[in-house]
């Protein structure tokens, strides 16, 4: 087994780690630079950008540059949080044919695997630039709170960009192995996550060289792209109040004003105030208009404070489920690029009574932990072993609606549960089960992954044939289901297609689509 990479595949930034001498390190792009924007564009002449390239022509053509793909991988159109993305992105989303949600630029739909694929591909050649040699074989890390058709469709992301997946990996357990691997560490530790589109955080226990998750919660649409967005409608009406001019529809002021956003808020980490400076903004019948405006780290954590204590709400629950309270945890470590704010470095310090742990790079500790795993794997290393939890609780819908959790959120993985079904009706020969995921003891309100029809049961009275169905989350987190007929021994081979996960005939397609395309370096 050659060299494996460590992917933190991020919403608004990736990076990219190795194992050299057996330290982590991460690995710089061409430009020198230890992280990536996560975008994608295709420019007016037709070719194909990533990264920095693409970030650097976002504001000249923001209707065919994506940016946030993470956000919406492995969503079904119909979800809010699609909905709420189509009222805010640039850039057209469009429903796929699995009922999942694509992104159309340049007049060509793309599926959000295939568009975080070529984040994926784009590392992968950082790292082969940087070794001199080709690159096959990677971890790549996933928000913990991803459900299975999040993780189904990274996996695919990871394949259309010519890497075998050796293992999917939270990102908090990530971090957690970087921050306790080659240190005789027994404690328990709070990772807590939130980068620019994601929020985790996990309870974890080190020591013996055993990394065991307690307990996981967030939520995978809350992050710094909101507390970007905040801050543009803050601006946006201060100058419409001041002007009488409304920028909101003009796609180039508002590609300028976010990024002039997500600068003043990364000043406003460091600083007390900033300015918020765009000369020709907009023009009118007087000229040509500038924006200019002072703003304040107060007005900041006035406009997404609500925000912030969303992320302690979680924080509770998941001190909660590990059945501990914040006196227990040993050390907080902070992990995203958001937690430099010191409103939230604040309030995790309040909650814990005490101060988060400095020694950890937020942007890189990530990477730096699924590189770890991946040499772990290579080298079949024995001497840590990671225990994992799922974040959601795994069942099935019954016939009135409800939920019935077989696999409760917070068990460790890899796990297995079996079901016994039956017929309700005589001579009935199929049974339809709706696998779903979630915690809310409606059915309707929990991510359907997927349903399937158990066929050719022999013909009998009501209730009597005994259908055992098992349901098992592996260490990458993803769900299959198995199927056996207790009379028969028969087993039945089921696949559960979630929303936005692609068919191999499908991976196989894009790569060959890919091929042709040569992206600028």
């Known amino acids: 087994m050659g060299r494996v990479i460590g992917i933190d595949l991020g919403t608004t930034n990736s990076c990219v780690a190795m194992v050299d001498q057996g330290k982590p390190i991460v690995i710089p792009n061409t430009g020198g630079y230890k992280t990536t924007p996560s975008m994608f564009a295709i420019s007016p002449d037709g070719k194909r950008l990533v990264g920095h390239l693409s970030k650097r022509q976002a504001i000249t053509n923001p209707s065919n540059t994506l940016y946030a793909a993470k956000r919406l991988i492995g ?53 082969e630039e940087y070794l001199g040699e080709p690159v096959t074989q990677a971890v790549i890390t996933v928000p913990a709170y991803f459900n299975d058709s999040q993780r189904q469709s990274t996996k695919d992301a990871g394949k259309i960009a010519g890497l075998e997946v050796l293992r999917i990996i939270n990102e908090p357990t990530a971090a957690a192995l970087a921050y306790g691997v080659g240190e005789e560490r027994e404690e328990k530790i709070a990772v807590y996550d939130l980068g620019g589109g994601t929020f985790d955080i996990s309870i974890l226990e080190l020591g013996g060289g055993v990394v065991e998750v307690l307990a996981t919660a967030g939520d995978t649409f809350l992050g710094g792209e909101d507390f970007d967005r905040r801050l543009v409608a803050h601006v946006l009406k201060e100058f419409q109040e001041a002007d009488g001019i409304d920028l909101s529809n003009d796609l180039m002021a508002l590609q300028r004003l976010k990024d002039a956003c997500e600068k003043a808020k990364c000043d406003l980490s460091s600083l007390s105030v900033t300015e918020i400076n765009l000369p020709f903004i907009a023009n009118d019948d007087s000229g040509a208009r500038h924006l200019n ?39 907080i470590v902070l992990v995203g690029g958001q937690t430099r704010m010191p409103l939230v470095q604040q309030c995790v310090t309040n909650f814990f009574k005490k101060p988060p742990h400095k020694g950890v790079n937020a942007d890189e500790v990530v990477a730096m932990g699924a590189a770890i795993q991946g040499d772990i794997l290579a080298s079949h290393d024995d001497s840590i072993l990671l225990l994992d939890v799922t974040p959601l609780s795994l069942g099935i819908g019954t016939f009135d609606g409800q939920f019935a959790p077989l696999i409760p959120r917070n068990s460790t993985v890899p796990t297995r549960k079996s079901h016994m079904f039956t017929t309700t009706r005589d001579e009935q020969t199929a049974v339809k089960i709706r696998v779903l995921q979630g915690e809310s003891e409606q059915s309707d309100e929990n991510h359907l992954l997927g349903e399937f029809v158990l066929t050719e049961i022999p013909r009998s009275t009501a209730g009597e044939p005994e259908i055992e169905v098992s349901f098992e989350i592996d260490s990458d987190g993803i769900v299959n289901v198995f199927a056996r007929d207790v009379a028969t021994e028969r087993e039945q081979s089921i696949t559960v297609n979630a929303a936005g996960t692609l068919s191999e005939e499908e991976v196989a397609q894009i790569i060959k689509e890919n091929e042709e395309y040569d992206l600028p370096e």
């Open 75 to 127: 969503r079904r159109f119909d979800s809010p949080e699609v909905q709420k993305a189509m009222s805010l992105c640039p850039f057209q989303i469009v429903r796929g044919e699995n009922d999942d949600a694509r992104l159309e630029i340049a007049g060509k739909v793309f599926t959000c695997p295939e568009v975080m694929g070529v984040i994926v591909r784009e590392m992968k050649r950082v790292a």
């Open 293 to 331: 405006m002072e703003v304040t780290r107060e007005t900041l954590e006035e406009l997404v404070g609500d925000i912030v204590h969303r992320t302690m709400d979680a924080v509770q629950q998941c001190v909660t489920d590990a059945g501990l309270t914040p006196a227990d945890i040993d050390q």
